[in-house]
């Protein structure tokens, strides 16, 4: 079935440093959203992406979305504290959402 | 606006008994989902309703599990009898579908529930 991989599975980083997740279609996305799960807590949502190389940035966070509409990345220019949580992305396929793994960022102490 | 609501918000029951959740979505919103988180299979897509109807129920693990949603703002998730592999976070996300893009989803705080 349709699948979104999403890599890494956590990530550990210095406050200062920068983060980045990927995610990776089988097939080509209508469009694909980004939320942020804090410890705890429940998804909230960041972001669409709906175009073909689309490129959207909000604060320290920038989004892209591939070319073919199979890919996307959240880059987090230095991380800070409040960044903690996992970072999921949703593609949407035939009206359906489908959810990769989530990438946990972790901030060394 | 509250937001979705979830009850209750932590579940402890012994195998073999009946547990419901609870959910009320936010006013306004035609469609409702029903999703479950463990650490080994994150987040897991159960049911989804569109003006109240269930459209895909395909991520229902099994027949112990069931959902209805009666009208426009409620819906319940049954798991009956529940087994201690059912332990996860519970959570129901509405958001308003029309013709073109699924727009976000908004999330409820999750019932945690404890199969012991």
């Known amino acids: 079935g349709q699948q979104v991989m999403q890599i890494p599975q956590y990530q550990h980083v210095q406050e200062g440093e920068d983060f980045t997740t990927y995610c990776n279609s089988s097939?080509?996305?209508?469009?694909i959203q980004w939320y942020k799960q804090r410890p705890g807590g429940h998804p909230v949502f960041l972001i669409q992406?709906?175009?073909s190389g689309e490129v959207k940035k909000q604060k320290r966070l920038t989004f892209q979305f591939g070319e073919a509409k199979k890919n996307s990345s959240l880059h987090i220019t230095a991380t800070q504290t409040t960044d903690v949580g996992t970072y999921f992305c949703a593609g949407e396929s035939n009206y359906q959402l489908i959810w990769g793994a989530g990438t946990k960022l972790i901030i060394k102490p | 606006d509250a937001g979705v609501i979830q009850s209750p918000r932590h579940e402890v029951t012994e195998m073999g008994q009946e547990v419901t959740l609870r959910c009320k979505p936010i006013?306004?919103?035609?469609?409702l989902f029903w999703y479950r988180q463990t650490m080994m299979r994150g987040l897991e897509l159960l049911i989804y309703f569109n003006n109240n109807v269930p459209i895909d129920d395909s991520g229902m693990p099994e027949d112990r599990f069931s959902a209805k949603m009666p009208n426009a703002s409620f819906s319940t998730l049954k798991i009956q009898p529940s087994e201690p592999r059912d332990s996860a976070v519970y959570f129901c996300?509405?958001?308003?579908?029309?013709?073109?893009?699924?727009?976000?989803?908004?999330f409820g705080q999750g019932t945690r529930l404890t199969v012991v």
């Open positions: 996300a509405s958001s308003w579908l029309q013709g073109g893009v699924v727009p976000e989803a908004f």
């Open positions: 992406l709906v175009k």
């Open positions: 097939t080509t996305l209508s469009n």
């Open positions: 006013s306004g919103h035609n469609s």
